[in-house]
C-alpha cells in the first residue's frame, strides 16, 4: 500500500534547522493536511517527499519502498516517485496546449495519442474544462489553470498526490468552491494525499487528518474536532480558530472535569485537561463560545467584566470583555439578546469548551531549539 | 521508458553492494544528464583554463628581464600614461550614449503602439550587423576633416572650415555610442519581452502612472537585462580595437588596445610581455565590472519574472506621441545605418569622389576589382562564414549545457563554474590572440597557421557572452515549471528537452545570433592569428583600407553586411519570436 511514513526526517539549509527529525505516517488512501505558519518546515517537508529537496537524515517510505534514506544512499530521483503534484504557481508550461499539459504525464509514461487523447478529455472533464483542450494556459483565469493542473495530476492515476498551497492564488469564493471539489475529487479516487497549507480553514474541512508544524516540528496530529478541542500545545489552539489563551495552574484532577486556578480569579475554574496532565502550572485555552456572559445583576456568581467591543457578525456576535485587571477575553454570543458596549457582565466559563494545556508541552520545542 | 528495472537500482531493495556505491556512481544512476554536464564543463573549463595558464606562464618567464624588469620598461614607454586616460573618457562616454540611443528605442518597439515598430526593430539591429569596423570605415568616410562627404558638402554649401572631424574623442565616443547600442537594445529587449504583463498591470493598478510604473516596475525587474548591457558596452568598448584604431590613431589618440597593438605586439621584436601587463590592467578593470554587476544583481531568483502563468505585454496607446517616438527611431536610423550605408553605396560605385552620384560617375567597375581572383577576397569571405557558423554554434550547445548546470548548480560548484565562463570577458582579442599563440602553437596542439586555431579564439572568446545570454534565459523559467515536469516522470534530458528549451529558445536564437554575428566581424584576434589563407573578411578588409582602396574596402564592407543580415534574417524568421510562440 502506499502511505508516506517519514522516519526521524531531519533537513537543515545552513546552519537553519528546517525540519527537525520528524516521523510521522501519512495514512493510505487519507488526505492529510499539514499546516503552520510560513518557515514551519511543513514545505520542505513536501520538497522532500516530492524528491525536490534531499534530506540530510532520516528516511521516506513510500509504503515498502525506501524512497529516500541518505544514509543508505537511496535517493530515488522525483520522475521514478510516481507522484502527482498540485503547485501553488499552477506550474502549467505556457508553451503547451490544456490538453499537451495534461497528457505530459501519460507520454512520459509510453501512452500513445489516441488512448492518451481519451484520459486527457476524461481527466478534464473531471475538472469541468472538457471544452479547453485547445486553449493555451494564459487564455485561462487562475481557477481554470488551477484546475488544468489538478487534471495534469490525476491524469496519469498516481498513488499520491501533493498539494503545496494550490489555492493560496484564488480568490476566497472560488478557493470555496475548488475546495469542495477537491474534496469530492479526492472521495473517488482515494489516493494518499499530502495537503500543505497555512490555511486552518481549507485543513479542517479538506483534510481525513491535520498534522500542525511549528519550527521543524510536528507540534500535534490528528483530526480537526481533536486538534481544536484538545490541543496539546498553545500554538496548535492559537492556529486552528480564536483562542482566549490564560495563565493556570492545574489544582485538582476528578472526572469529568479537573480544576485550574488562574490569576486574579477566586474561584478555580472547571475544565477539561489531558490525561497525562499532573498538578501543574500551564495555560487554559478558552474558544469564544466557552466564554458565556450575563448581564450583571441578573445571577450571582462568575468573573465580573466590562464589555469593550461588540461586533454583528451574523449568527453570532463577537464581543471583546475587559477584566478588572485589564485582561482582555473573546466571546461569541448568539446575537439575539445584544449587550451595549461599556454594560457591566458576569462571565461564566464552558468547562466543556476550555482546556488545559501543561506547559513543559509548550516549552518542550523551544528547549531543544536553543 | 524509465523501467523497474531502473527503479531497483536506486531503491531499498537493492543488494548490500549497490549500497556501499561511491556517490558519483549513486549521483550517475540517479541522473544520466549528469555525464553531458560533466564532458561540457570538463571541455569548457579547458578551453578557458588552459590558454590563461600559458598566457601566465608565458609572459612572465618571456625573455631574460622577467616580471620586474617588464615593469620598468613599462614605465618608461612613451605616452602610456595618455593611452590609459583616454580609454577611460572612452569607455565612460560611450555607455550613455549607447544607452540613449537604444533604451527609448526598446520601449518604442516593445510596449507603444508606434507606426512601423517592425521596421524600428530590424533598422535598431542594424548597427549590430555593421561591424564597428565597418562603422569606423563608414564615419571617416563620411566626416574626415578633408575629404569626408558631409565636409565636402558643406564646403559647397559656403563654409570656410571643415563642420566635423571624427578623427576626435569626440568622433570616436560618437561612433563608439552608435555600435554599442544595438548591446543594449536586444539584451534588454530580451528581457522585456518576456516579463509578465501582470506585474506592470498591478502597478497601473496600484495608481503608479505609466511613468512611475515605468521606473519603479518595469526598469527594476529589467535590471538584471541593463547591467548585463552595461558590462557588455562596458568591456566591448575597452576591448574594441578596429573603431580606435581607425578614427583615434590618425591624430594620435591611443586607447590602450591600439597602444598594445602598435607599441608591443607590432613591435619588433614583439614584446609580448609588455602586452601581457597591460592587457592584466584591462582584466584588472573589467574584473571590477563583474563584481560590480554580480554584487548589484544580488538574489537571482528576486528577477525570475516568467512563472506558469505569463501574460505578453500590452501595448500603451500613445494617441499624437506615436509620431513624436517614430521621429525618435528616424533620427536614430539616420546617423547609424542611413548615412553610413549611404556613404559606403556611394564609395562602392562612385567613379570620381567628392561628385554628386550621378549616371555619369557612376561604376561597377570596383565591384569586379575587388573580388578579381588576384585579390582572393572569397577566401576571407569563406573563412569568415565556416569560423563564425562552427565557432556560434559549438559555444552555443557548450554553453547550454554549462548554463544549465550553472543556473542549478548547488553550493559553491555552480559559482566556480560561473566565475571560470567570465574568465574571457576580462581577455580583448589581442590578449586572447597571444594566448592562443602559445597555447596551441605547442606540442600537442600544433594548430598555428589553421583555421582550428582561430576557431578555438573565437569559441573561448564568446563563451561568457554565449553563457551570459543563455542563463539569463534559463534564470527566467521557475524551477516549479521544470520540477512539475519531473512530477509528471520526466527524467532531466526529457524536462530539458520539453520544457527548458521551448521556453529558453529565444533566448538561445538570441546567443547563436550574437556569437554568430560577432565572429563574422571578428578583427582584433583574427589580426594576429592570421596566416595567408586563413584570412578573414575583417582581415581582408583593413588591409585594403590601409592600401587607402576605399572603394575596395565599401565593397566588402557591403558583401559583409549583406551575409550577417542575411543570417539575421532567415534565423529570426524560422524560429520565431517568443511572443508570437506563447500566442500561437
Known sequence: MTAITLDRLRKQFGAVPAVRDISLTFEDGKMTAVLGPSGCGKTTTLNMIAGFVRPDAGSIRFGDRVIADPARRIDVPSHRRELGMVFQSYALWPHLSIAENVGYGLRMRGIGRAERDGIVRRALARVRLAAMTDRYPHELSGGQQQRVALARAIAYVPQILLFDEPLSNLDARLREELRSELKALHGEIGVTAVYVTHDQAEAMSLSDAIVVMADGEILQRGTARKLYEEPADIRVATFLGKTNLLDASLVERSAPHARARVDGIAEPISCRAPADAGLEPGSLSVRPEGVKLKRAGASAGGIAGRISSATYLGEVTHYDVSLDDGRRLAAHRSAAEPLAVGAPVLIEIDPDNCYFIARREATSARARAS | ?584
Open chain 2, 1 to 584: 521508458m524509465t523501467g523497474a528495472a531502473d527503479a531497483t537500482l536506486v531503491d531499498g531493495r537493492g543488494s548490500a553492494a549497490e549500497r556501499s556505491r561511491p556517490a558519483w556512481v549513486m549521483a550517475i544512476a540517479r541522473d544520466p544528464a549528469q555525464v553531458v554536464i560533466v564532458l561540457a564543463v570538463v571541455t569548457t573549463a579547458f578551453l578557458i583554463l588552459y590558454p590563461v595558464f600559458w598566457l601566465f606562464y608565458g609572459s612572465f618567464t618571456y625573455g631574460q628581464g622577467g616580471l620586474l624588469h617588464a615593469l620598468a620598461e613599462l614605465r618608461q614607454l612613451p605616452g602610456l600614461g595618455r593611452a590609459f586616460q583616454n580609454t577611460l573618457i572612452v569607455t565612460l562616454g560611450t555607455l550613455p550614449v549607447a544607452f540613449l540611443f537604444a533604451l527609448p528605442l526598446v520601449w518604442i518597439t516593445s510596449r507603444t503602439n508606434t507606426p512601423l515598430r517592425n521596421v524600428i526593430e530590424l533598422a535598431a539591429l542594424l548597427p549590430f550587423v555593421t561591424p564597428p569596423l565597418i562603422g569606423a570605415v563608414a564615419w571617416s568616410l563620411l566626416a574626415a576633416p578633408r575629404t569626408g562627404v558631409l565636409n565636402v558638402i558643406a564646403h559647397h554649401l559656403g563654409a570656410a572650415h571643415p563642420i566635423l572631424d571624427i578623427y576626435s574623442m569626440a568622433g570616436l565616443v560618437f561612433v563608439m555610442g552608435i555600435y554599442m547600442s544595438p548591446y543594449v537594445f536586444l539584451t534588454v529587449k530580451a528581457v522585456m519581452d518576456q516579463m509578465d504583463a501582470r506585474l506592470e498591470d498591478a502597478s497601473l493598478i496600484a495608481g503608479a502612472g505609466l511613468w512611475r510604473t515605468a521606473r519603479h516596475v518595469v526598469l527594476p525587474l529589467c535590471m538584471p537585462g541593463i547591467l548585463s548591457a552595461a558590462i557588455l558596452v562596458f568591456t566591448r568598448t575597452l576591448e574594441e580595437f578596429a573603431i580606435p584604431s581607425i578614427l583615434g590613431t590618425p591624430s594620435g589618440i591611443y586607447t590602450m588596445t591600439t597602444y598594445i597593438f602598435y607599441q608591443a605586439i607590432s613591435y619588433t621584436p614583439p614584446r609580448y610581455e609588455i602586452a601581457a601587463l597591460l592587457a592584466s590592467f584591462i582584466m584588472g578593470a573589467t574584473g571590477l565590472a563583474l563584481g560590480l554587476q554580480a554584487r548589484l544583481l544580488g538574489s537571482r531568483r528576486r528577477f525570475t519574472t516568467v512563472s506558469g502563468k505569463g501574460q505578453p505585454p500590452r501595448l500603451i496607446d500613445l494617441g499624437r506621441w506615436r509620431y513624436a517616438t517614430l521621429g525618435y527611431a528616424t533620427a536614430y536610423i539616420l546617423l547609424a545605418v542611413v548615412l553610413p550605408y549611404a556613404v559606403l553605396i556611394y564609395a562602392a560605385f562612385i567613379n570620381t569622389w567628392g561628385r554628386a552620384p550621378v549616371p555619369g560617375n557612376l561604376t561597377f567597375s570596383h565591384v569586379i576589382t575587388t573580388f578579381s581572383p588576384e585579390y582572393d577576397a572569397a577566401t576571407g569571405f569563406i573563412n569568415s562564414i565556416m569560423l563564425a557558423l562552427g565557432g556560434a554554434t559549438v559555444a552555443t550547445l557548450l554553453t547550454l549545457v554549462v548554463s544549465y548546470a550553472i543556473v542549478h548548480g548547488r553550493g559553491a560548484g555552480g559559482r566556480v563554474l560561473d566565475f571560470i565562463t567570465s574568465i574571457p570577458l576580462t581577455m580583448p582579442g589581442p590578449v586572447m590572440a597571444v594566448a592562443m599563440l602559445w597555447a596551441y602553437a605547442r606540442a600537442p596542439f600544433m594548430l598555428y597557421g589553421t583555421l582550428w586555431i582561430m576557431l578555438l579564439a573565437y569559441i573561448t572568446h564568446y563563451i561568457p557572452y554565449s553563457a551570459r545570454t543563455i542563463s539569463g534565459s534559463l534564470r527566467q523559467v521557475s524551477t516549479e515549471l521544470e520540477q512539475a515536469a519531473a512530477i509528471c516522470g520526466a527524467a532531466r534530458v526529457q524536462t530539458f528537452r520539453d520544457v527548458v528549451l521551448p521556453l529558453v529558445r529565444s533566448g538561445v536564437l538570441a546567443g547563436w545570433l550574437l556569437m554568430f554575428v560577432s565572429m563574422m566581424r571578428e578583427l582584433s584576434a583574427s589580426i594576429f592569428l592570421f596566416v595567408p589563407g586563413t584570412q578573414t573578411i575583417s582581415v581582408s578588409l583593413v588591409e585594403r583600407w590601409e592600401e587607402a582602396d576605399f572603394s575596395a574596402v565599401a565593397v566588402l564592407s557591403l558583401t559583409l553586411v549583406a551575409a550577417s543580415l542575411t543570417v539575421t534574417v532567415i534565423v529570426r524568421r524560422v524560429l520565431g519570436r517568443p511572443a508570437a510562440s506563447l500566442q500561437r
